[in-house]
């Protein structure tokens, strides 16, 4: 069975990822191993990816509907329905892992165990295979049966107890960052385990789960605790410590600015013409700007809502102090920076007419990777995948009771 070409210089040309994975953390990680140049073949239930029916919003052409959920993380993938409650169907899906290089799936523990999947079974029929599993709290403890989702894990792993503001509630962040970055590592193990294969020729199992992935997000906060004892609780837009480092209001909108350092300190104060505070000795180190925040912060306030943010960044650019406006997604998507990049891309779609993804995050000696294919629709490249496989005909393989 030969895969689709991707344009040769992509790393992962030539590389199969079988992907029975849904929802987000799963697709997300696949996606990216498509970006680098992947054939990923994502295998969807009947009913199609849980992320299909998360909506509104659709993205709409005539009869045809997708939603902008499923649509944001499932560019550079086929897509294949099988029943695996069908003798057929799990045939078909053993054929297609037997071809690949990675498998990717989302279910809880034991699920793939039970369908005749599991890694010590799988390992001894195909050595070379890299098994990536992915759940929502490991794959053994007291939890390992629960499902997981994105707010359970922010919440178990401490996320939302630091974020938000004083005073109030705790807040989830408003992106799934619990799946995203979950995604993001099993991405670096099996790109790891890619890299070993080429030396020992064998694959190996890589897991990763969303609660141990949050804990691990939250680096300092949780130093403080394991080394500080301190509990980290919210506090707004500021850090809890460098100052100033946060958000600013200024006369017509928010900026964020981050000295980062003294010397970055006094540049701010001498751009913005703050000299008294850059005088002052009760701010002249982080330290004490830290211990002195309220006090600091009450001056900094309505001295910088005596300027526009357009006059507030201009001055600190030319000085050198990292600065920016707090943008909502559609002020992101007008800024000249952003359209330069081209991180908008619009492709064709095969029931919509055109779609418009966000790019692959990454250039490649300077040039960034192709979006080859749109999210793919239900089932669209069963018949093609089917035949690839050697079935004949090509039939769909769900009608089949078991």
């Known amino acids: 069975m030969t895969p689709p070409s991707s344009p040769p210089d992509l790393p992962l040309a030539g590389v199969r990822v079988v992907d029975f994975t849904r929802v987000l953390t799963g697709p997300y ?11 990923v073949i994502k295998v969807e239930p009947p009913q199609g990816d849980d992320t299909r029916a998360w909506g509104p919003p659709y993205q709409r052409q005539g009869e045809a509907r997708e939603s ?8 550079n993938k086929r897509s294949v329905v099988l029943d695996l409650k069908t003798e057929s169907g ?12 990675v498998l990717v799936e989302n279910f809880r523990p034991g699920t793939f165990e039970r ?29 390992r049966d629960r499902a997981g989702y994105d707010v359970i894990a922010q919440g178990m792993g401490g996320l939302m107890s630091y974020n938000g503001e004083e005073g109030r509630p705790p807040v989830r962040v408003g992106v799934a960052v619990a799946d995203v970055f979950a995604g993001s590592l099993i991405t670096q193990a099996i790109l790891a385990a890619l890299y070993q294969r080429e030396r020992t020729g064998t694959g190996r199992r890589v897991d990763v789960n969303l609660l141990e992935g949050i804990i691990s997000l939250g680096t300092s906060q949780i130093s403080r605790y394991l080394n500080g004892g301190q509990i980290p609780g919210p506090q707004g837009n500021d850090h ?27 540049r701010f104060c001498a751009a913005l013409g703050f000299e008294s505070l850059g005088h002052n000795p009760q ?52 800024d000249p920076h952003v359209t330069q990049q081209g991180i908008a891309v619009t492709v064709p779609h095969a029931s919509l007419g055109q779609t418009t993804v966000t790019a692959p995050p990454w250039s490649l000696d ?37």
């Open 29 to 39: 990680c696949t996606m990216l191993l498509g970006d680098l140049g992947a054939d």
């Open 68 to 75: 902008t959920y499923y649509l944001s993380v499932n560019r």
């Open 366 to 402: 300077g040039q960034r990777p192709p979006v080859r294919r749109a999210p793919p629709t239900l089932g669209q490249h069963t018949g093609e995948v089917l035949a690839e496989l050697g079935f004949d005909p090509p039939d769909p393989f769900q009608k089949e009771p078991r």
């Open 240 to 266: 809890p410590s460098i100052v100033p480092y946060g958000t600013y209001p200024c006369a017509d909108g928010l900026i964020n600015v981050a000295a980062g350092n003294d010397s970055l300190w006094r």
């Open 115 to 143: 369908l005749g999947f599991g890694w010590d079974t799988l390992h001894a029929e195909f050595p070379r295979l890299i098994y990536a599993a992915i759940s929502g709290f490991g794959q053994s403890g007291p939890y």
């Open 283 to 334: 701010y002249a180190t982080n330290e004490g700007r830290v211990h002195a925040r309220e006090a600091l912060n009450a001056e900094l306030y309505p001295a910088l809502q005596a300027y526009t943010r357009a006059e507030v960044m201009r001055r600190l650019d030319a000085a050198g102090v990292p600065c920016g406006p707090v943008n909502n997604v559609q002020e992101v998507f007008e």
């Open 90 to 101: 799990l045939e078909a899906a053993r054929r297609l892992i037997g071809g690949a290089d």
